[in-house]
């Protein structure tokens, strides 16, 4: 008998029993279920989290004074509390030193701000921040119409600012703001460019601030009690390790810090943040996974049980089968082959069940729309699986009926 015939007979078994078909079915569903609805949640958020924190560019990393990761901060830990704030002289010299980055650049924030225009005004959530020419491009901050800054602009102190589209559209409705003047924290500003669109997260925009040049910025919040961040980009990234280790290495000679003390800085970048999201992130990939497991099992266990049910039903059928020279292997393939075709039926309905109201949760979340691929097959393979393993045992006990007595069996 061919395999395209066993299939067919197992799947008009299945179609002929439908309410035990639902009931076997039922649990597989639900065990397949709990974990993809769980694991498309995590992947929409990752997927928003990713777009919405990768706010350094390619190949980039930052030095900063404190570990802002998560559940770390600077009143966390003794040893911090007395670091010194990074200058902007350190950032030039740091620059001066590492020859080999594409671009050094420095950055500093003062944040829950107001801009103003004539009569209108921004609510008072806005982030300014003090810039070098380099950090427009280690943070890939593009000028979408207007200019960028330029050395003049930051060696004159100009008072001169570039806007998000999110201060532009409150601003501006109707006009175009370059070489409009605006308020910021009630000083004027001459606009000369406006930044493209921000990756959000969640929905929440990431356009809500203003950059102007480093010097101003210091001039107007102060030089001193404000640290700064330096932000490096490497040329490629078979650079990116090596100039990690020689930026640390530089910034400890510039910082004075004593071999076999630690570092008085951190060195943050996309990696880092994604890696703390991963920590958190895994352990509930891992408590789904064993919840999904029990499910499944407790599945299998059911399957098992009706099938065994339906082999001793099917007792005279069976009987039948072999009086006329179906083989101990034909048999058994129909019978595991339903117990596989249900698990896989129950894995189908699971998965798009998943997904479905996955997708649903997430989106009162405002997160990307995502499809957890790998899990999808973990899944279905999972499925496989425990068609296998429990429909072995129900597959060989009527695989090895006695012919004779099967055809006596009223």
């Not at 509390?81 to 002289?89: A, E, G, P, S």
């Not at 930026?247 to 800085?265: L, S, Y």
């Not at 703390?276 to 895994?282: A, E, K, L, P, S």
Request: with cysteine.
């Amino acid at each position: 008998m061919k395999i395209i015939q066993i299939l067919k007979v197992a799947l008009n078994s299945i179609v002929a029993n439908k309410l035990r078909t639902a009931l076997t079915m039922l649990g597989v569903v639900v065990g397949i279920f709990s974990i993809i609805v769980i694991m498309t949640i995590i992947t929409m958020l990752q997927k928003s989290i990713d777009s919405g924190l990768a706010v350094l560019s390619k190949d980039t990393f930052q030095i900063q004074k404190w570990d802002n990761t998560i559940g770390r901060g600077h009143g966390r830990d003794r040893r911090w509390r007395n670091r010194k704030d990074i200058t902007i002289l350190e950032a030039m010299r740091l620059r001066d030193a590492l020859t080999d980055a594409k671009y050094v650049g420095a950055e500093q924030w003062k944040f829950g701000k107001m801009i103003k225009f004539g009569s209108k005004e921004t609510n008072p959530n806005i982030n300014v921040a003090g810039v070098t020419t380099d950090a427009m491009r280690t943070n890939d901050w593009n000028v979408d119409y207007g200019r960028d800054f330029r050395e003049p602009d930051i060696q004159r102190s100009s008072n001169v600012c570039i806007l998000g589209v999110a201060i532009v559209e409150k601003l501006f409705p109707n006009l175009n703001p370059v070489n409009q003047t605006v308020k910021v924290d009630g000083k004027p500003f001459r606009v000369i460019g406006v930044l493209d669109e921000q990756p959000s997260m969640f929905g929440q925009s990431n356009d809500d601030f203003v950059m102007i040049p480093i010097t101003k910025w210091q001039s107007m919040y102060g030089k001193y009690g404000r640290s700064v961040n330096i932000t490096v980009m490497a040329k490629s990234k078979g650079d990116y390790q090596d100039l990690i280790e020689s930026a640390i290495g530089h910034f400890r000679t510039i910082r004075k810090v004593e071999p076999g003390e630690d570092n008085d800085f951190y060195i943050f970048s996309n990696e880092t943040m994604m890696a703390q999201v991963n920590d958190i992130t895994g352990p509930i990939k891992i408590g789904a996974l064993a919840v999904s497991l029990i499910a499944l099992l407790a599945a299998g266990v059911g399957i098992m049980n009706i099938m065994l049910v339906s082999v001793t039903e099917r007792t005279r059928e069976i009987g039948i089968r072999k009086a006329v020279g179906a083989q101990k292997k034909h048999i058994l393939l129909q019978f595991l082959m339903e117990a596989i075709t249900l698990c896989f039926l129950g894995g189908i309905i699971g998965i798009a069940m998943g997904i479905g109201i996955g997708n649903l949760a997430g989106g009162f979340l405002n997160a990307e729309t995502a499809v957890p691929v790998d899990w999808v097959l973990i899944g279905i393979s999972m499925c496989v699986m425990i068609g296998v393993i429990f429909g072995t045992y129900p597959a060989y006990k009527a695989a090895n009926l006695d012919p004779i007595e099967a055809l006596r069996y009223e």
